[in-house]
């Protein structure tokens, strides 16, 4: 008896260990920081906070000072421009570094894409607008090569936004759970 109650714990306790381990690798893949922010800010302009969450963790995985090679900032990777643009939009102040500060990128980053969801009427459409930019999927959706009617997208000619609008799309699966 004793033996089998000893396997018993053996058998429960790495149980334990693998799904302690199972959920910190969950938690390290999908983190989910500044969820008030992100709530608050989908709220205001009234996107699914899951969408937000999605792009922040594709764009950085939640690294508010991260910069990419071309420029992009923050956690919502903004390009300066744009994000100045958006500023002016919002009425509200504007400077580079203010670009690191999580609250800001989050605010000014879902004002962008709710702009990019009522221009392009599409999610998808929209989130590959936000990797690749507007001017190019207005492009890609004149093309019968990327778009049968003009308004949704079927693929993209950049790998790397397919594989983003995929990403993203998973993300948006994964955070739906948790808001």
């Not at 999580?102 to 702009?115: K, M």
């Not at 009617?149 to 079927?154: C, I, R």
């Amino acid at each position: 008896m004793d033996k089998i109650l000893q396997n018993l714990i053996i058998f429960v306790c790495v149980i334990v260990i693998i799904c302690c381990a199972i959920i910190c690798a969950f938690l390290y893949f999908y983190p989910l920081k500044y969820k008030d922010e992100i709530v608050h800010g989908s709220y205001q302009f009234g996107i699914r906070p899951e969408i937000i969450a999605g792009i922040i963790n594709a764009e950085s995985g939640f690294n508010k000072d991260a910069v990419s090679s071309v420029g992009a900032i923050g956690m919502m990777q903004l390009m300066p421009s744009t994000a100045k643009e958006m500023a002016m939009k919002l009425d509200i102040e504007y400077n580079e570094e203010l670009l690191f500060d999580a609250s800001y990128n989050i605010y000014v980053g879902t004002a962008y894409f709710t702009e990019l969801l009522k221009q392009f009427n599409d999610l998808d459409t929209a989130i590959c607008a936000y990797n690749a930019g507007p001017y190019r999927v207005k492009i890609w959706l004149n093309d019968s090569n990327f778009s049968t009617n003009g308004v949704k997208l079927s693929s993209t000619p950049f790998p790397a936004t397919n594989f983003y609008l995929e990403k993203v799309k998973q993300n948006i699966s994964i955070y739906s759970k948790l808001f």
